[in-house]
């Protein structure tokens, strides 16, 4: 069997911060960002994508705060369904254009995935995912009185709305995704961490307000599916010790456990390069050969191995 990879490319990949976020721009930056991963076709993997809906989320909630008085609102899974959607259709008509492009013959096709988590993780109770736009802090608690919000204080004066971020436990319609995968078919899948869901009383699924780190459902998946290597695509060449100080270290090519030593010591935030690393190490321990971080433009070195932070089981 060829090799499987799975590849998860952060939101602000396709929406940077700095920008506006229009559909053409996203669309520019998604064409840019498939470019970049073009090797990966060139090499025959088999291939399963995921991505971040981070900025894009948080814009369908903005809308939905701008619009509340004339359209009926929609709770948050259903808006991360709606990414899954929207971003999906993004990545796999822009695909599709470069490998007709380039003459290659490989279907793409999105799934819009459910993931199932826990409903008594102790983060339903506890939120702490940042969330939608930055507000003063009379203006945020105003909404939050409004919206039935819980609010934090992200950085001094800037205000945002949190909400739970569960461990996803089980990723819906896995056996299709490795059936695809292992055909060859490039599939999109589990944008945005998944739809968080739960099995209720009734022993039903039920939809949750909350989201889902993608970089953790990536690791997930990529067990799910046998993947041999998990590239987690951010917008930072390599991840470091001591980020930010005088004392930073590039983190280059290290083991499994050197790895699980840095995660254990705290040495990276938990709303940044953590749950990378903990969705690293998941990998690593459960089938994966090996982990790359790295930003969109040093993939094509990265895979010659001069790139990168490599974590591999060697």
């Known amino acids: 069997m060829k090799k499987s990879v799975i590849i998860a490319l952060g939101g602000n990949a396709l929406s940077p ?34 991505h971040g809906n981070g900025p894009q989320v948080g814009n369908e909630l903005y809308r939905m705060q701008l619009t509340h008085n004339l359209i009926p609102s929609l709770p948050l899974g259903v808006c991360v369904a709606e ?17 007709k492009q380039k003459s290659i013959d490989r279907e793409v096709v ?3 995935t459910q993931t199932i988590v826990d409903i008594d993780d102790p983060s339903i109770n506890n939120p702490k995912k940042f969330i939608g736009q930055v507000y003063k802090e009379n203006e945020a608690k105003a909404l939050a009185e409004k ?15 949190v909400v739970s ?26 944008g945005g961490g998944g739809i968080p869901t739960y099995w209720n009383k009734n022993n039903q699924l039920e939809g949750l307000d909350a989201v889902i780190d993608k970089d953790l459902s990536a690791g997930l998946l990529g ?21 930010g100080e005088k004392t ?50 040093g993939v094509k070195k990265a895979i010659n191995g001069e790139y990168g932070t490599i974590i591999s089981n060697n």
């Open 17 to 50: 911060k700095q920008e506006a976020g229009t559909i053409n721009q996203q669309f520019a930056h998604t064409r840019d960002s498939l470019n970049a991963l073009m090797d990966f076709i060139s090499l025959d993997y088999n291939i399963c994508l995921t």
């Open 83 to 99: 990414t899954q959607g929207s971003i999906g259709y993004m990545i796999q008509q822009s695909l599709q254009n470069l490998l």
């Open 110 to 112: 999105t799934l819009i």
């Open 147 to 161: 919206f039935g919000w819980k609010i934090k204080e992200q950085n001094k004066n800037e205000w945002r709305q």
């Open 165 to 190: 971020s569960p461990l996803p436990k089980f990723i819906e319609h896995g056996r299709s995704i490795e059936t695809l995968v292992n055909n060859g078919i490039i599939v999109i899948a589990s």
């Open 223 to 243: 067990r799910v599916i046998k993947a041999k290597e998990l590239w987690i695509i951010t917008d930072v060449d390599f991840a470091c010790l001591n980020f």
């Open 248 to 297: 930073e270290k590039k983190l280059k090519k290290i083991s499994f456990l050197e790895a699980k030593k840095y995660y254990e010591e705290g040495h990276f935030q938990a709303g940044s390069m953590g749950p990378k690393f903990q969705a690293a190490l998941y990998f690593l321990k459960h089938h994966g050969e090996k982990v790359i971080i790295t930003s969109i433009d």
